[in-house]
């Protein structure tokens, strides 16, 4: 994947920095790289394939670039400065840009037909791009600074001995309570619900150091020993500090609202894809579980019995099997991609007459997810998408 | 006996009284009736389930119950009344002939029944220049296994009629004037070559005969479409055969001309076996052509549609009973509610459904 191109603009010359590895395509003598140490050997590293969460977080990868803090101050002057310039081209107020307009007009400006998103020219943050490094650990005598720099993993077993230290804390505090007399049994679990720990690279990230998998578990285990037991304000906010919010539905299904024809009948219009077939079916509220396909009963429209059973998935789910009338057109695709077409057509219609709860168990059976199944593009040099030629040994 | 759903009505007397209210029940056809009606005519899924059961029951429906009245109030004396059974693809319209036909048998009837025109007019193997006029073309297979069946139908009438005129069948063969028409048949069966003939004979004298009010004439046949269509049969220097030039449908088509009296004629159209009609059509218009149309004007056409609700459950019920659906969910309501979906009660589709479970 390439790294992502970022631009800023200082007054006339524009200064292209490759961030993070080259990518093959800009080497023009348009672009000209910023500053020698940022070039990375010698001709173009070879892309290595790593999946988009971890590209910026690969804190092992970067050890032999090293970006002083000199320099990332410099970049972020420079950030700004280009902040306010490109609200200045936009119209704007350069007081009151924030990341979302610079994003905007960035896209306006460059605009680009790359698939990749991350390929695409971003502004952002240097702190966002650049990747957190640390700073050199030891001294000039070659001593170092941290007492644990040493084990190897300094800030993770400084944390794990933070932890500890609080853990044994409040566990005095409450031996002296209840040595007093005053211990009183207080649970809370409030906490727990809508949000998770840290993943590992969050972590990773955090502490900008690598962890393994039982050193992750270990901390891990340490915090939830730290929340059973009752705790103070500040040991709440500690553990807080690892712990994200997690949003309780992902996205909110849009409603249609409900519409009424001349006789009174409530119904509800909305369409569905899948493949290249495109449906929109009208739910009638009452009617008898009648279906009419391009004016055509849906038993001729469909003879299979497969297109029919997609197409009774979202009553049956719903337990309304006789209950709607429905009618649909359709063009497009085969006979099975028009069928699963309309059934999205006919759930998302659904969802104006059922509760909300009943909206939520149909997101999750898949019956309101457009399938984004297409078909894979053949490539040269086998003999379809996936299936190579036949190959003789001589 | 007529309270529960399924009820089997099994003297004969009373069988001939099917009223309104006996819509939706099944009734029973001894075996020993179906091996004499039909031998080699029912549709291929209804013989199957027949043979699985081991009883033949068919649903008594409007449609049906309203050709029977039709029927009882008939006025022999009157040119023949034409009916036409049409509808959608597997609702229903063979049994409906079917239970006509059993009906009037137990009335006493002659039945000449065509089981699938369609057979008639698709794949022949064996195609040769009629003997009788050298401009038509014969079919002997298939005249005489309707020769045979014909005789195992209606074995009594075959010595009560004799025929009017003398035939000359060849050099050597003949039948005379006042025998019995079993000879004819005979003749038609044991000589392949004059089979087709044999078959023009039989309907020519049924058709003179009728009028004289010996004995009722019922004429059905099946996929009546097929006599106007196109053919797919081809002659030895591939040139296509057109209806007229085949001996069969020829007298076929003068036989259901209704310049006849007394006796009737049921007909059934069939997109199924048809040539050449596209999937989704039933009307008489679309099956049968302008020339079929006009050929066959006027009738009186009725429609058979799919299951009323009630005949949906009466459906479910005998399958129920004689434990076809094994699945644990089909007796349920939510069950009935899923197949009533998947099928939108056509007769045909809840079959194949329920023969899965």
Request: overall charge positive; charged content about 25%.
């Amino acid at each position: 994947m390439a790294a992502p191109c970022v631009f800023w603009g200082a007054a006339v010359s524009h200064r292209l920095f490759l961030g993070g590895r080259i990518s093959l395509a800009l080497r023009q003598g348009v672009w000209k790289a910023a500053a020698a140490e940022l070039q990375v050997g010698t001709g173009i590293l070879r892309l290595r394939h790593t999946t988009g969460v971890t590209a910026k977080k690969n804190v092992a990868a970067l050890r032999r670039e090293t970006y002083t803090v000199d320099f990332i101050k410099k970049q972020i002057e420079e950030f700004n400065i280009g902040k306010r310039h490109l609200a200045n081209m936009m119209g704007e107020d350069p007081e009151t840009f924030t990341q979302e307009d610079i994003d905007r007009a960035i896209a306006y400006l460059f605009p680009s037909g790359l698939f990749e998103k991350q390929a695409r020219p971003i502004m952002k943050h240097p702190e966002q791009i650049f990747p957190k490094q640390r700073a050199i650990q030891w001294g000039e005598d070659g001593r170092p600074f941290h007492f644990l720099f040493y084990t190897g993993k300094q800030s993770y077993y400084s944390l794990m001995h933070e932890a500890y230290g609080k853990l044994l804390d409040v566990e005095k505090r409450q031996n002296q309570l209840q040595a007093k007399g005053l211990f009183s049994e207080k649970t809370k679990t409030k906490d727990l619900i809508g949000s998770r720990w840290l993943i590992k690279e969050e972590l990773e990230e955090m502490l900008v150091e690598k962890l393994s998998d039982q050193d992750y578990a270990q901390f891990i285990r340490l915090l939830e020993r730290l929340l059973t037991v009752e705790c103070s304000a500040e040991e709440e906010e500690f553990v807080q500090r690892f712990r994200r919010s997690v949003t309780v539905q992902s996205r909110k299904q849009l409603i249609e609202p409900l519409q009424y024809d001349g006789q009174g009948m409530a119904f509800s219009t909305s369409e569905g894809k899948r493949k290249s077939a495109k449906a929109e079916a009208v739910v009638y509220e009452h009617g008898s579980g009648r279906i009419k396909v391009n004016g055509i009963d849906y038993l001729l429209y469909f003879p299979v019995t497969q297109d029919r059973e997609q197409l009774m998935f979202p009553f049956h789910f719903l337990d309304r099997l006789g209950k709607h009338d429905v009618t649909c057109t359709v063009s497009g695709g085969g006979r099975s991609s028009q069928a699963g077409a309309i059934r999205l057509a006919m759930a998302k219609a659904l969802c104006s007459f059922v509760t909300e709860e009943e909206v939520e168990w149909m997101r999750q059976a898949g019956l309101l997810t457009a399938d984004p199944r297409v078909r894979e593009r053949k490539k040269p040099g086998q003999e379809g998408a996936r299936r190579k030629f036949t190959w003789k040994k001589r | 006996a007529m309270l529960t759903r399924t009820s089997r009505l099994v003297s004969g007397a009373r069988r001939a009284r099917h009223g309104e209210q006996h819509e939706g029940l099944h009734y029973n056809i001894p075996l020993q009736d179906m091996r004499t009606l039909f031998p080699h005519s029912l549709p291929p899924r209804f013989s199957m389930q027949v043979k699985t059961f081991s009883e033949a029951c068919l649903m008594v429906r409007k449609p049906a119950l309203e050709l029977l009245h039709y029927l009882k109030n008939t006025n022999f004396a009157h040119p023949a009344v034409r009916y036409v059974l049409y509808g959608e693809k597997g609702t229903g319209k063979t049994l409906s002939l079917c239970h006509v036909i059993h009906f009037c048998a137990k009335q006493d009837w002659l039945i000449l029944h065509v089981p699938d025109a369609h057979l008639w007019v698709k794949s022949c193997r064996s195609l040769l220049p009629s003997t009788y006029n050298k401009q038509r073309l014969d079919q002997p297979a298939e005249a005489s296994i309707w020769l045979k069946n014909f005789k195992t139908t209606n074995e009594r009438f075959l010595s009560q009629i004799k025929v009017q005129e003398k035939y000359v069948w060849n050099k050597r063969e003949s039948t005379e004037k006042g025998s019995p028409l079993g000879e004819v048949v005979e003749q038609g069966i044991m000589r392949v070559k004059n089979a087709t003939d044999a078959v023009g004979v039989v309907l020519r004298e049924l058709k003179g005969q009728s009028s004289l009010g010996g004995f009722r004439l019922l004429v059905a046949v099946d996929g009546v479409n097929a006599l106007w269509g196109k053919t797919t049969l081809k002659r030895e220097d591939k040139s296509l055969v057109a209806p007229e030039e085949l001996a069969l449908v020829h007298n076929l088509r003068k036989m259901v001309k209704n310049d006849w009296h007394g006796g009737t004629i049921v007909l059934t159209l069939s997109q199924t076996g048809s040539l050449f009609k596209p999937r989704k059509a039933y009307l008489p218009q679309e099956l049968l052509g302008k020339e079929g149309f006009d050929a066959l004007d006027p009738f009186i056409p009725i429609l058979v549609s799919n299951y009323s609700p009630k005949e949906f459950e009466s459906c479910i019920q005998y399958y129920l009973e004689n434990s076809w659906l094994q699945h644990e969910k089909a007796h349920t309501e939510e069950g009935k509610k899923e197949l009533l979906f998947l099928s939108n009660a056509n007769p045909g589709q809840l079959e194949r459904l329920c023969a899965h479970l």
